[in-house]
Structure formats: C-alpha cells, structure tokens
C-alpha cells in the first residue's frame, strides 16, 4: 500500500530559482534560507521517496483570473514549465503519475471536493522551486501530483477547507494499492505582500506561530478566514493555505524533523518545515 512518509512546507519565491541558476546558494544573502534546506535533502536521500503530491497555487502560468478554479488536480503523464516572465530557465518536463490522479479525483468527489481536473497542465515556479530545491538538477524518477489552490482570485477557500482538502488527499492515498512512499509538499508563504499600502510587509509572530501550530495543532488556524490570513499574513502570505493542506493529509501524530525560518529574502519571509509521517497510518 501506499503510505505517506511526511510532508514539507517551503516558500517559492522566484528568486530562489536565480539563486540557483547563479550557484549563489553560499552567498551571505542566500546561505541562511538555503544551509535550511540541507537537512531537508539528506532526509529525502536517506527516505527516498517515489512520488510527490504538491499542494500549490498558480500564478498565471496555467490559471489566469478568467478561468480560476478553487481547486484544480493535474492528472498529466508530465507537467511542462514555461517561461514566466521572472528570467528563469525553463525547468523540464516532470513526470506525472496519471493513475493516483485519477484514483485521487474519484476519492475527492466521493468526498464532495468538486475539483477540476487538468489532463494538460503547465507547472510554475510554485512547483519547479520546491522540486529544484528538493533535488536539485539531479532530479530522480519522481512522479508528481499537483494540486492547484487558488491563493489568488477572491473569493479564496477558507482554512478549514484547505485543511479537510488534505485530510481527504490523505485518506485517499491511504487507500492507494501500490507501494510507493509518498511525500506531501505544501509550496507558498510565508508572510508577504508585493504592492499596495502594506507592500513590503512580513508578520515573523505569525509566521512563528503557523509554523509551531502546523505542528502541534492545525485545527487552531481553521479558527481564520482567508481574510484574516491576508490581513495577518498579508495579499501572497495567504499562500500559507498550501501548507495546511499538506499538514491534512498527514495522519494521526507527526514528528517535527526540521524547520528553518528567515527574512526576508526578495520582500518575502521564507520558512521551511518537515514533517514525518507516522508509520501507523490512519
Ligand atoms: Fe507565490
């Protein structure tokens, strides 16, 4: 059977992929978000898993505000980049898994999640970072789910949604027949806002708190709307509601393995937390 074996929560500013394509990882500016990271590889080098579902939002790429579904699953055999606008190179195609999509869209819509499904799908920066900074150009044959949440276009789901989305998520691979191990990335945050009056703004209690409760209690954040997320996390910090669908689809205890947490880097707070899935399922 398939089994979560935890779940990481990091940010995804488009700088941090020109950090990497300029090899500035050691650079004084870069070295506290990026030296964060390196427990986050040795564990996936000694864990080695076979699949990745990403909870993330789009930035255009594929959505734009048109078209914005609250949630949307790929259900691709790849996933293309293309170019965004920020000077990065295109990433290569990454391998999708189209038959756990597809057991997971049925899961989902037998537990009312009305998800779209995309049998083409472009992936961004939201996804192409996270995967970069998980393995860098040596990327093995891991497959990815991708699982869009809009983070952009109000109304954005509460949450609370955004937690029960990941419980079902979670559920649903548990009831997965193939043995593969299976990583829960949640890909955004932490705090920031890129325009307007608050531009600019990071809340480092805040993020603390989201990182600790993430933790020990993630109900305690369905206590807020996605509004009050914006207003305590500010307009892109709301991206935070990618790592509480992660957090739910991690079951019973989790065991914190590391966390990282730096400001800012290009506007942004950065935070990264892994988790450890326990190994007694639901
Ligand atoms: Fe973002």
Not at 220 to 234: F, M, P, W
Request: contains cysteine.
């Amino acid at each position: 059977m398939a089994r979560v074996i935890g779940g990481l929560g990091t940010s995804h500013v488009p700088a941090i992929g020109g950090a990497i394509a300029r090899h500035a990882q050691h650079e004084p500016y870069w070295s506290p978000f990026f030296d964060g990271f390196v427990p986050v590889c040795d564990w996936l080098k000694s864990e080695r898993p076979d699949i990745v579902v990403i909870f993330y939002n789009d930035h255009g790429l594929n959505f734009f505000l048109d078209k914005m579904p609250t949630f949307a699953i790929g259900a691709a055999a790849e996933y293309r980049n293309q170019d965004e606008g920020w000077g990065l190179a295109t990433s290569a195609p990454f391998l999708g898994d189209a038959r756990l999509s597809w057991h997971l869209i049925e899961a989902l819509v037998a537990q009312e999640f009305d998800i779209a499904t995309c049998q083409d799908m472009l992936v961004d920066h939201a996804v192409t970072i996270p995967m970069s900074l998980m393995w860098g150009s040596e990327l093995p044959r891991i497959r990815i789910v991708p699982i869009a949440i809009n983070t952009v276009q109000h109304p954005l789901p509460s949450p609370a949604r955004c937690l029960r989305l990941g419980q079902a998520v979670g559920r649903a691979l548990a009831d997965y027949e193939e043995d593969a191990r299976i990583v829960i990335v949640g890909s955004g945050g932490l705090s920031h806002q890129l325009d307007g009056a608050r531009a600019g703004y990071i809340n480092k209690t805040f993020d603390l708190y989201c990182m600790q409760q993430l933790v020990d209690d993630p109900a305690t954040l369905t206590e807020y709307s996605s509004l009050d997320l914006v207003e305590l996390a500010g307009t892109q910090g709301v991206e935070l509601l990618n790592w509480i669908a992660m957090r739910g689809a991690l079951t019973g205890e989790v065991r914190k393995i590391h966390s990282n947490y730096h400001v800012p880097i290009s506007n942004t707070a950065t935070g990264i937390l892994l988790l450890e899935n326990p190994s007694d399922g639901l």
